[in-house]
């Protein structure tokens, strides 16, 4: 089973294959990181996961896991203070729109509280309400809100439409916040001028915007799908962003993410073993951003991956070994090396969002700006 990707390529030959009568050479134990294992249980409580948690005892006696029912009722110790486990929490994102912007601006404000969330073994339940755009089905959703005593997050571009939102919450008691708003507000004093108060689906221009950004978006994505994994290397010229790196670096969904902002990206794996297509090597440096991991992490994201695919405990060894893994980081280090053009990104424990704004600031920055100035990504309206 060919677990590198999906375009079949060959396994690395440097190392002899492993039969059955010539059993695997012991690896070093895979340790995680306590930091790494507490990213991991933030993760899973954000995306709303009851995870169960032991409790600190002074004694001798066995801990026990306390479970998610038990959590409204028990305390633990942390860091030597008692605090009370809370149970989940719930959080509803109202739009008119797809919800885009509440759900990506709350996600961003529910990070400052991983290590909370995990102390507190705290879910978080976001749902998401998206083209409300009457009155009625707004009061419905404040009401259910009430109810859940869940908070409420709007993007409502019709003043009346926010201002009921308000009104309703504040009577029904709902903690609410309008994330529009003061945007909205702050741009009409800036520029001059009133807003339309219209969502983004009425809003004047939004044809042309379906004929021009949404269909070089569609092209952008197209592109990606068909350059993924190394595939058509004769296309890389065509390509405004390449990717390189060893297997499961995330090449693949960070691809896809930066092309549905309109970047034409493909990705190249490093194989040990299988030389890099020339083609690499012949376009222009900046636009090739080589991707760095830590050997741990990888290590266990490659069990995982092996796990998840089901393959058996000799597979698994010479796809996530120790000495494995090592000697392909390694290898892919001695061609960054090679490359000083290349942007070199350390993608260890980092969201996909956040490499890829690494990536974006360094593509559009020209060097232009003096040593002093803040690389920035720049759009005219």
């Known amino acids: 089973m060919n677990l590198h990707g999906v375009s079949g390529h060959p396994e690395p030959n440097s190392e002899p294959p492993i039969t059955a009568s010539s059993p695997p050479t012991p690896t070093p134990k895979l340790k995680i990181s306590a930091k790494l294992n507490r990213w991991s249980r933030a993760r899973a409580l954000r995306s709303g996961v009851k995870i169960d948690r032991p409790i600190n005892r002074s004694d001798n006696t066995p801990c026990r ?34 919800g885009w912007t509440a759900e990506h601006s709350v996600n961003a404000a529910l990070g400052q509280f991983e290590d909370r969330l995990v102390n507190r073994g705290c879910s978080v339940n976001t749902h998401l309400f998206s083209w409300v755009e009457d009155e009625e089905k707004l009061m419905e959703i404040i009401k259910q809100a009430a109810k859940e005593k869940a908070m409420c997050f709007y993007t409502l571009a019709n003043p009346s439409m926010a201002k009921s939102a308000k009104q309703a919450c504040d009577l029904s008691g709902v903690l609410s916040v309008d994330i529009l708003g003061p945007i909205i507000e702050g741009i009409a004093s800036h520029l001059g001028v009133s807003p339309s108060g219209l969502t983004r689906g009425a809003a004047p221009g939004r044809v042309k915007t379906l004929n021009d950004a949404y269909f070089k978006r569609i092209e952008a994505i197209e592109f990606t799908i068909k350059q993924d994994d190394g595939t058509l290397p004769e296309n890389l010229g065509k390509a405004d962003i390449i990717l390189v790196g060893v297997s499961r670096t995330g090449k693949t969904p960070l691809s896809t993410y930066i092309a549905q902002k309109g970047y034409k990206v493909a990705n190249v794996p490093f194989v040990m073993g299988v030389e890099p297509p020339k083609t690499l090597f012949e376009v222009e440096p900046r636009k090739v951003f080589a991707l760095k991991i830590e050997l741990v992490v990888l290590q266990a994201i490659r069990r995982t991956r092996a796990k998840t695919l089901g393959v058996d405990s000799v597979a698994e060894n010479y796809y996530s070994g120790f000495d494995l893994v ?21 993608v260890t424990n980092k969201a996909i969002e956040e490499t890829a704004a690494v990536i974006l600031r360094l593509y559009n920055h020209d060097g232009r700006e003096s040593s002093t100035s803040v690389p920035c990504i720049s759009k005219r309206y």
């Open 326 to 346: 090592r000697k392909e980081l390694d290898f892919a280090s001695r061609i960054y090396a090679k490359n000083p053009g290349w942007s070199v990104i350390d």
């Open 65 to 98: 896991q306390v479970t998610t029912e038990e959590a409204e009722r028990k305390t633990s110790t942390i860091d030597g203070d008692d605090v009370e486990i809370t149970a989940g929490k719930s959080i509803y994102l109202v739009s008119d729109g797809t």
